[in-house]
């Protein structure tokens, strides 16, 4: 009880304090929570749209005027959002398989610059994307530009980063370090069509 009469004695005392700190608890508590509860419902925002284009996306049909207004939507709620690099990753697709291969590099590149500021969980996206862009500038030839992007680290997809690395060196007529790079994914690869195809690549070298 001695305690308690204690505690009762200070806070009569320091009630001005008491008051202060409840109300600055409360406030900040407050603040805290409309922050919260906003990204939340922009993140559900940012992914409705997506999902709105996706569910009627199509490779044979490539709908701009749908794929702009959810693009323009999800930039006006957060312009770092990763939706938009998927949105640019949708496009650049579209551009490439109408071998408009720069409108596809760029648009790539845009996606590499939004997943640049992301963090670890979104790597996979970030290698990916990485790839695209590899494959690209090896169909352009210019391999300078690829053999810089391959000294990025790849973890998740690495058999993939050797083949790219194969393909360069085998253009550059280094057959036997082609070889290598190829044998290297090979072993690592858990795909069968893609063990198929670097095998197909190995055969395919000659001095």
């Known amino acids: ?22 109300t600055t608890f409360v406030f900040l508590y407050g603040i805290y929570f409309y922050y919260t509860i906003s990204a939340q419902k922009r993140d559900q925002e940012t992914g409705d749209s997506f999902l709105k284009f996706y569910s009627s996306y199509s490779e044979l049909n490539f709908d701009e005027e749908e794929y702009l207004l959810a693009f323009n939507k999800i930039s006006k709620i957060n312009e770092e959002s990763i939706y938009l690099a998927m949105l640019k990753s949708l496009r650049a ?21 939004i997943l ?10 970030k290698e990916i994307v990485n790839l695209r862009i590899i494959s690209i500038l090896i169909d352009l030839e210019d391999l300078d530009r690829a053999k810089n992007l391959l000294k990025d680290d790849f ?21 036997q370090d ?27 070298l000659t001095e």
């Open 1 to 22: 009880m001695i305690i308690f009469k204690s505690i009762y004695d200070w806070v009569i005392e320091n009630y001005v304090k008491v008051i202060l700190f409840i």
């Open 93 to 113: 697709a579209e551009f490439i398989s109408k071998n408009e291969m720069q409108e596809g590099l760029f648009e790539l590149v845009k996606a590499k610059e």
């Open 116 to 125: 640049s500021n992301k963090g670890e969980e979104f790597n996979f996206l």
């Open 155 to 175: 973890t998740i997809y690495r058999a993939n980063k050797l083949i790219f690395e194969g393909d360069i060196l085998a253009l550059e007529n280094k057959f």
């Open 178 to 204: 082609a070889k290598k790079s190829f044998k290297e994914a090979l072993m690592i690869s858990e795909n069968e069509t893609q063990k198929n195809i670097i095998n197909l690549k190995i055969s395919a």
